[in-house]
């Protein structure tokens, strides 16, 4: 294995520079799509080297269950100071198969216990609620997918901020942007260092819906003006707890875009520009995450193949 089995933890790294220009450079649809799929590349490639790590590192310890050829010098010696990295890569991967774990479950709690609350009232696409506190959001899953807006939310927007404040939640469960979300939340836990995809992700679904709701309502600036309208109104008022969902996001920055012309669905970045090599980076570094963490496994299975007496 050598070198190669700590490269897959690092190289997220190498998708930081598209994690910021995607979100600026790309529709918002291409961008959350790569950003989660280089995401949950990283993320399974460098939780597998931690769990050839921690192989190496139970072997040595003493009572071990393993079979005694397991912590042979030969295995040992595949992984550099295997005597630091392989016992600390046991109290790594628990941390991040627990963190997993606790974000899954949250996840599914929480939605468990939105439908809950909304039992009482008919199963409608919209769940309209009587509360002063001005809110809106998609609850995917349960009986059926559902936008649940307050009075409070409702009484601050026009006809036509209405109407494209529905069409953005609507996109959100078209979309199924909570699953994007969920498997970049997922991937920051087994893998800090790609907590910036999740942060960048969190923005492009939201411009994704601010696009579909803008194609719905057929205006650009009634959708930005909704945005507006709904960020005032609900200042002050907590973000919904909801785990499928993404905080509302940098709303100047998205009242901007919606000013601005449309984004094209089928550009590509011509070559040799900024966000075509931080594409293409964040690609190699994927490519090398699957490469590297598939030749440390298949390279650890034969050592110890060979070192498990028959």
């Avoid at 769940?127 to 809106?136: C, K, S």
Wanted: proline share 9%; charged share 15%; glycine share 6%.
């Amino acid at each position: 294995m050598g070198i190669f089995v700590f490269l897959p933890l690092v190289l997220p790294f190498t998708a930081w520079p598209i994690a910021r220009l995607a979100a600026q450079r790309l529709h918002p649809r291409t961008a959350t799509v790569l950003l989660t799929g280089v995401s949950c590349v990283m993320a399974v490639c460098s939780t597998v080297c931690l769990a050839l790590l921690m192989v190496v590192g139970t072997a040595q310890l003493p009572g071990n269950p393993l079979p005694d050829g397991w912590s042979d010098p030969e295995v040992r010696e595949s992984v550099p100071h295997h005597e630091i990295a392989g016992k600390a890569a046991i109290p790594a991967l628990i941390w991040v198969v627990a963190g997993c774990a606790h974000a899954a479950l949250h996840h599914s709690r929480v939605r468990r216990r939105a439908h809950q609350a909304l039992a009482a009232l008919p199963l409608t696409e919209v769940a309209v609620l009587p509360d002063a506190r001005p809110y809106a959001y998609a609850l995917p899953g349960g009986p059926r997918d559902r936008v649940v807006v307050s009075t409070a939310m409702l009484t601050g927007l026009g006809s036509r901020e209405r109407r494209a404040l529905f069409a953005h939640e609507r996109a959100h469960l078209t979309a199924r942007h909570h699953r994007h979300l969920l498997l970049v939340q997922l991937a920051a836990r087994a893998n800090p260092f790609l907590r910036p995809l999740r942060t960048a992700v969190a923005y492009t679904t939201e411009r994704w819906a601010d696009e579909e709701a803008a194609g719905t309502v057929g205006s650009r600036r009634t959708v930005a003006r909704a945005i507006g309208k709904a960020a005032l109104v609900s200042r002050g008022t907590p973000a919904p707890t909801l785990a499928s969902l993404a905080t509302p996001g940098p709303l100047p920055r998205r009242v901007a875009a919606l000013l601005g012309p449309a984004p094209c669905a089928h550009a590509w970045p011509p070559a040799f520009t900024t966000v075509s090599l931080a594409l293409w980076t964040a690609t190699t570094g994927a490519l090398l995450s699957a490469m590297f963490s598939a030749n440390s496994a298949l390279t650890l299975l034969v050592l110890l193949h060979a070192a498990t007496p028959l």
